[in-house]
């Protein structure tokens, strides 16, 4: 029987991972750099498979290159949920290309300190990744409300397990130079998996988080100064929310509420977030979950077209945040058929 390394069957798995998120067909543009890293981790995959399964050497000049460029796509694709790019794509290329160019300059200068670039590279962007997510899930200020939460988790675990393969480098670095090579290919292999996982991740946020057509660039940064002020900002989100149903918007982002209802985007996260212990996700998602539940109580239309009118476009998020608003399924809810939805609409 031929044997099939581990990595082998990694990259496959990635492949039709790849394949199902590019296919995806909800109009929306594909978010091009998770696209990229997807592609670039089934082809590690396969490098190492080539260089620990068959021992063929030569792969090592291609796959610290392409583990350069690894990092540099997750932060890229992150950066396209949290601001509007001021630079053109030949500029973001070349900046984002840098750290391939200084892999490159040390595999011809200075070949033994290729491992300790590739574990700088790794922190660095893992650092910037969650620099950006600072504000928390608020910092995907184009991403729709709809999957803004799990994208941001989903992040997150990239973001650790970019520093988990940051510290497994460090692991078999030490491996071969304490002459113990057999054992840095069980680790090798072993992280291929956590490999699998950053990817996974990633194709979960570059799948169900996306940015509108047309987003508006970002707002004015602002603050209140006073509760008072929170009071007034929160009153002017449930006016445009209550009265235009705004929430109905399945595109509906941080962005495109602050233009909406003319108020900083800074300004609408910080009153509620200080005013409910909220995020602008989950508040916005509580008046699509009360829609949706006098929807089923008052007619008997499917439950999947109600999730589309409320303004969920995906049946794990809805059914989330339906958890999440009333502590029940929303079958559940039709059969209680509760008379009053006053508890479900936020204050």
């Known amino acids: ?62 796959a610290p290159v392409s583990a350069a460029i690894m990092p ?3 932060y890229a694709g992150v950066s396209r949920l949290v601001r509007t790019p001021d630079r053109q794509w030949p500029a973001l290329l070349g900046i984002h290309a840098i750290p391939a160019v200084v892999i490159i300059a040390l595999m011809i200068l200075w070949r033994e300190s290729i491992d300790v670039a590739l574990i700088a590279i790794d922190f ?14 608020d910092g995907l200020r184009l991403a729709p409300f709809d999957g803004a939460v ?11 397990t970019l520093c988990l393969s940051g510290l497994v480098d460090m692991l078999v670095s030490f491996e071969l130079a304490s002459g113990q090579g057999a054992r840095a290919a069980m680790v090798i292999g072993i992280a291929n998996l956590f ?17 509108p057509p047309n987003a ?33 918007d399945p595109d509906l982002n941080l962005n495109r509420l602050a ?10 996260s910080s009153a509620i977030n200080r005013t409910t212990g909220k995020n602008v996700s989950q508040y916005v998602n509580e008046y699509r979950i009360a829609e949706a539940c006098r929807l089923l109580t008052e007619t008997d239309q499917p439950v999947t077209e109600i999730m ?23 079958l559940a809810w039709r059969e209680k058929n509760a008379p009053s939805l006053a508890n479900a609409i936020p204050g």
């Open 259 to 268: 233009r909406r209802a003319g108020i900083p985007a800074r300004q609408i």
């Open 124 to 137: 660095i962007y893992a650092t910037s990744t969650l620099w950006l997510l600072r504000s928390g899930a």
């Open 150 to 160: 799990p994208a941001y988790h989903a992040i997150l675990l990239v973001a650790a």
């Open 72 to 74: 540099s796509l997750l």
């Open 195 to 211: 490999l699998l996982v950053l990817v996974g991740m990633a194709a979960a946020a570059a799948s169900r988080s996306h940015v």
């Open 1 to 62: 029987m031929p044997f099939v390394p581990l990595p082998f069957v990694v990259a496959l798995l990635l492949f039709i991972l790849l394949w199902v998120v590019a296919r995806r067909q909800d109009g929306a543009a594909p978010n091009l750099p998770f696209l990229g890293l997807i592609l670039l981790s089934a082809l590690q995959s396969v490098l190492t498979g080539l260089r620990w399964g068959y021992g063929i050497p030569q792969v090592g000049y291609i």
């Open 216 to 248: 508006p660039e970002p707002a004015e940064i602002s603050s209140p100064a006073d509760a008072g002020e929170d009071a007034a900002t929160i009153a002017g989100i449930a006016e445009v929310l209550r009265e235009k149903k705004l929430y109905r």
């Open 308 to 330: 589309l009118a409320a303004g969920f476009q995906t049946k794990s998020n809805f059914n989330r945040e339906f958890r999440r608003v009333t502590d029940m399924t929303p």
